[in-house]
Each structure stands twice: as structure tokens, then as C-alpha cells.
């Protein structure tokens, strides 16, 4: 079933903005034996971006001595890492940070941060409004961490929301959290340089940058090492990917996204390879072509479509018109015919008429996706369509739409899966079905969920096996091990 979720509504939970990790804390240090002088609870929000990110911040922590919890009432620390994307993302980091002032009026000393793109995008501001907060932490400045804290410890109120045009955080092995062991995420590039007009990304994550090719090649190669087998790299944009490197003097080669995707597949077979979101107009045949050509990159892409209307499109600056879009799909789907795709999509953008509407339900339906994130209209301010265009479509017709466009998702993720009986699938098992703990969970390589009963005992999570597709629901494949 969908989940909705007043403006969101989401198929698989699994990707994007995973609606079942939101406000998730960590604790991944449980039998770590070190004494630590002060313990940090850390609460996550938003994208993957922010949940890597998270990652990140956990180790520069740990690193200065600072251990994690999971119980908030322990906590000398207290961090949200945010998320703007959407106003209900906004206040929901604002009741949670109600929630913290009686923590903090029974615990001395106890100092609250807000980390991320609301971090960013409200900075000082954020301290008039939300006085219990104490520090106001960018997402480029999260190295500023330790003397932020130190200030705070002071009694003065730190802010760091520099953005920069370099920091990847290349060289912080992040610390693994909540994870289960089979896949990982890894950061290969930050901020976007779209500027898509709804998006207030540009402004919180700043301009693009790749991280250093080697440092990736090496953190996926770790994680195959400890036993990980699957890899997914994030950005904002993947597949604008390009890195040059400037201190080495053999390798002066740029690596493009397909030259990276190439390079971690090679590390090893059993290892498989994922990316996550891809800019339509960026990706291109040389992608396509590495996919086809190695099994290990899985068949699956997030290719955000967000109108189908050719003028909706251009008032939105995605740099394609519907026609362009189409032929992508149709490309993708003569290269790997076996393809997955999905799709975010936003309804009632500024002066959407029914006819632009009607366009996004028939494009929706020309490619065919597996899924979509499926979200109305929230204008963010300081975005250029905040600045250029009325938000006119009511919240009535916003939300209609958006019922419609979930409807035919529902539709098309059905009618995919039904496809799909009678056919075997090479799947990696990621642990426990929910329901039963006779069956296992997996991923077909197009990040289809699919249960089935745990015949063999010998098979473990992060084995790969081949099952058959018997029955289906909207959302997984049930199926028998052959
Ligand atoms: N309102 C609604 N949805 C938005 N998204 C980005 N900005 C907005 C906004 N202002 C959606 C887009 C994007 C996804 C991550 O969030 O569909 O691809
Ligand atoms: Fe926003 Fe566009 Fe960048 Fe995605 S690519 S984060 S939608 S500006």
C-alpha cells in the first residue's frame, strides 16, 4: 500500500525520502568500550544526502571523543540534521525542537544544534525563533563541529552556514549506521547547480563538487571488504559526475560518471552497484552502456520527470521538453530493456490548467514506472519561483491532482509487478521479511522488494539467490527460491 503522508506519498519506502527512517536516532557505538567524556543523540531527516551526511557527522564526533546514544535523556548533545525540501519537512523539525526545552530545562549544560539544509537556510534566524537552540551548523561546516560545540559550551550561541566549493568530506570514513550490513550508501558529489525553479537545494547545499575518484574507489572496496554487497552512490545529481584530479601527477584523466560506475563494478561481481538521482538531461548513452555492460549495476534508474508538460517544464527550468523526456525513456528502454524506472513528480505548480495535469498523468503512463514519490506544491522561499511566479494553483486542486497522479502510480506499479509472474529474478537478501521470519527479504537489480519462504538453511543475508515471481502486490514480489 502507499503510504500518504499529508503531502507525500510514497511506494518504496526505501529510497529518496525514506518516510520510515524520518527523525530516525543512531546509536552505533553500543559495545564500543571507550570512556567517552560526552555523549551525542543524533536525529535524521530528509534525503539520503542527510542520512550519509549524518554518517559523516558521527565520525567527525567520535573522532574527538564524543559517543553516540540513542536515549535522548543521556544526551549532553543533541543534534537534528534538517531538511527544507518541503514546508511540512520544515515543521516538523520545529515541533520536534518543542519536544527538547523540557529535556533541556532538567539537564544543565545540555546543548541543542540544528544541522542541514534548515541550518542553512534560516541560519542566524534560526536562533531568534528557536531559542533553545545553541548551535546552527551548514552542511559544509559540519568539520567546524568540535570548536562549535566548544563555543557553545561557553554560553555563546555558534553558527558555521559557510557553504563551500570544495568540501566532499573525502577523506572521513563514515561511521555505518543502522545499517544491515548488505548495502551502504556513498556520498560521490554535493549541491546541484540546477536551479530548477521549486527547488531550494542550490541554496542549502551550494554549488556542485565531486569528490576525489580514489578515496570513493577505496571507501566501496572497505565496504565490499567488511562484507557489504551493495553500493548505492548519492548526489543530487550523479551523473553530472566529473573529477579531475589536481595534486596527482599519473592520473590526470577527468572521470566522468560512467568512468566511476565502471571502476566500482570491476571491484568485484558479487558486489552491486546502484546510483541515486539522475538529472534526466544528464544522463547519457555512455551511462547506459557501462549499465548494460556490466550485471552488477543494477537495472534500475531514478529518473525525476516532476511534470510532464512542456510548459510546466520550462517554468520549472528541468531543461527538457516533454517530447526530450519521452525519448530518454524510450532510449533507456532500447538499450536495457529490462530496465527499472521511477519518477518524482509535483503537482499544481504555478499555473498548472488541467490539460498541463493531464500531460503528467499520459507521460506517467508512456514510461511506465516501477514507482514515484509523488508530492504537491510547497513554495520555498528565496527559490526563483518564489521570486518569479504566484504559487495560484489552490490547495483543493493541488491535493486532487496529487490523488489522481497516485491513483495511476498505483496503477502502473501493479501492472509492473504483474508482469513480472512466471519470471526468476537474481536477488540479493537483505535480512528478515517484515511479517515472517520464515521468509527472507531482497532486491531484484530493479530495486523490486521480493519475499520468499527460507527453504535452504544455509543462505544468509547478503547471499544472492535466484527466485521465481508466483504471486504479487503492488509494492513486493512473492516468489520461491529455484
Ligand atoms: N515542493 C514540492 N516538491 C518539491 N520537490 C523539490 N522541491 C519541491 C517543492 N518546493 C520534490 C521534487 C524533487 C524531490 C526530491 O522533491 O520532486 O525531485
Ligand atoms: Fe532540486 Fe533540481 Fe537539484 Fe534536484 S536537480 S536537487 S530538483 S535543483
Redesign the pocket.
Known amino acids: 500500500m502507499i503510504d500518504v503522508v499529508t ?2 506519498l510514497i511506494p518504496n519506502p526505501d529510497e ?2 525514506d518516510e520510515s527512517r524520518q527523525g530516525e536516532a543512531f546509536s552505533p557505538f553500543k559495545l564500543d568500550p571507550n570512556q567517552y567524556r560526552k555523549r551525542f543523540y543524533i536525529e535524521s531527516y530528509g ?1 539520503q544526502m542527510n542520512f550519509a551526511d549524518s554518517e559523516i557527522v558521527a565520525s567527525i564526533l567520535n573522532q574527538q571523543g564524543y559517543g553516540a546514544t540513542r536515549n535522548v535523556e543521556e544526551a549532553d548533545l543533541i543534534f537534528l540534521n534538517t531538511c527544507s ?3 511540512k519537512a520544515e515543521q516538523t523539525v520545529r515541533k520536534r525542537l518543542t519536544e527538547f526545552r523540557k529535556i533541556k530545562e532538567q539537564k544543565k549544560g545540555l546543548l541543542v544544534g540544528v544541522l542541514g539544509c534548515m541550518a542553512e537556510r534560516l541560519k542566524a534566524k534560526l536562533l531568534e525563533e528557536e531559542l533553545l537552540v545553541d548551535m546552527v551548523v551548514g552542511p559544509d561546516a559540519y568539520r567546524s563541529l568540535p570548536s562549535l560545540i566548544e563555543e557553545a559550551e561557553t554560553g555563546q550561541k555558534a553558527v558555521n552556514v559557510l557553504l563551500s566549493r570544495e568540501e566532499t568530506y573525502a577523506d572521513i570514513s563514515p561511521v555505518r549506521l543502522n545499517s544491515n550490513g548488505v548495502s551502504a550508501f556513498v556520498s560521490i558529489m554535493r549541491g546541484c547547480n540546477n536551479m ?1 525553479t ?4 542550490p541554496f542549502t547545499r551550494g554549488r556542485e563538487r565531486s569528490r576525489d575518484a580514489g578515496s570513493i574507489l577505496q571507501e566501496c572496496k572497505d565496504l565490499f571488504n567488511q562484507g557489504f554487497r551493495e553500493v548505492t552512490l548519492l548526489g543530487q545529481n550523479v551523473d553530472s559526475y566529473y573529477f579531475q584530479s589536481l595534486t596527482s601527477e599519473v592520473n590526470t584523466v577527468p572521470i566522468t560518471f560512467s568512468m566511476l560506475l565502471e571502476s566500482i563494478a570491476l571491484i568485484s561481481p558479487e558486489l552491486r552497484v546502484r546510483f541515486s ?1 539522475s538529472h534526466p538531461k544528464d544522463i547519457t548513452d555512455d551511462v547506459l552502456f557501462a549499465m548494460r555492460k556490466y550485471e552488477n549495476i543494477c537495472r534500475y534508474i531514478h529518473l ?1 520527470v ?1 511534470s510532464g508538460s512542456t510548459r510546466i517544464l520550462q517554468l520549472m527550468n528541468r531543461t527538457y521538453t516533454r517530447e526530450w523526456y519521452m525519448s530518454k525513456v524510450n532510449r533507456i528502454r532500447e538499450i536495457i530493456p529490462d530496465c527499472g524506472i521511477s519518477s ?3 503537482t499544481g ?1 504555478c499555473t498548472e490548467e488541467e490539460n498541463d495535469h493531464e500531460d503528467t498523468l499520459a507521460i506517467m503512463k508512456h514510461s511506465g514506472y516501477d514507482y514515484s ?8 522561499p528565496g ?1 526563483l ?1 518564489q521570486k518569479r511566479y504566484r504559487d495560484d494553483v489552490p490547495d483543493a486542486v493541488k491535493k486532487r491532482r496529487l490523488y489522481e497522479v497516485v491513483e495511476m502510480q498505483n496503477k502502473l506499479s501493479l501492472e509492473s509487478n504483474i508482469k513480472d509472474i512466471g519470471k526468476s529474478y537474481k536477488v540479493l537478501i537483505e535480512g528478515n521479511s517484515r511479517k515472517s521470519e520464515n521468509d527472507w527479504m531482497g532486491r531484484s537489480s530493479q530495486n523490486k522488494v521480493v519475499v520468499f519462504p527460507k527453504i535452504n538453511n544455509e543462505l544468509k543475508k547478503g547471499d544472492y539467490v535466484m527466485v521465481k515471481v508466483k504471486s504479487v502486490t503492488q509494492g513486493t514480489l512473492i516468489g520461491d527460491i529455484v
Open positions: 503531502d507525500k529518496t525520502h534525503c525540501i518541503r514546508e530548477c521549486f527547488c531550494v537545494v538521482t525525476p516532476q518524482d513528480i509535483i505548480f514519490y509523488m508530492f504537491f506544491y510547497s513554495e520555498r527559490t519561483a
